[in-house]
């Protein structure tokens, strides 16, 4: 049987092989809103749908198509990966973690994830960035669940202490004083949450909430890699105001925010 390891490394080989890039140094998934944004990093060398690669699932959100940009930022060998697929599209954890697996296997030792998210702390307003410091994964699941990784893949029971690298943060707030830092729960979704939740989350230490990157992020660490997470608060959590939630709100407030993570991105990727 193919192991989710070996079908990261197909797909690798077969994007070195699309894009002409023998290696990366950085991969850079893109969330809801942070695909216009990252524009502003210069014109890709390839475009390769992910379609085209083994193992990946073609996305089903808006907002989301199956990407994988290629390009050279000031010697810096950067993806962008766009079309990432979550849980609540019922996927399995291996197919959600498979794009940051095979961007490791292609070289990149440093991941940014980057996601919208609900803002549980009434101070930090939407269209505001947050370095993640921590995560709370609350989806009851691991991307090490199952086999036992193959040689020479690490040990399951990987030290998560350090999971959002001190160094990409330091770095990040030294090019971006005017980000704050949170703690991201990880939720399965596709619901938002209940005003009742969000203060149980609070409680927890919780700053910011969403649907994504905490897998992603557990694999990237079990793969030895750098990560740095990025949440977009696109808009208040459920009974931090009154205000309703939908799923509009977090694509637009993406947009409006395009700009400013534009700016941000080119100031991080040569930083890091
Ligand atoms: N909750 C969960 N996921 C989200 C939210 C939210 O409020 N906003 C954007 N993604």
Known sequence: MTTPY??????AAELREASGFDRYDLAIVLGSGWREGAVALGEPVSDVATTDLS???APTVAGHSGRILSLDFEGVRVALVSGRVHLYEGHRVDQVVHPV????????RR????NACGGIDPDVAP???VVIRDHLNLTATSPLEGEAPPEPYGSRFVDLTDLYSARLRRAALAVAPELTEGV???????HYETPAEIAMLKTMGATLVGMSTVLEAIAARHLGAEVLGLGLVTNFAAGVTPAHLN??????TGLASAAALGSLLTRLVSAL
């Open 55 to 57: 193992g990946f699932l």
């Open 247 to 252: 799923h509009l709100e977090v694509l637009e």
């Open 101 to 108: 697996r095979t961007l490791i296997a292609a070289g990149a």
């Open 111 to 114: 991941v940014v994830l980057t």
């Open 184 to 190: 991201y729960a990880g939720l399965r979704g596709p």
């Open 127 to 129: 269209g505001s960035v």
């Open 6 to 11: 070996a079908l990261a490394e197909r797909a």
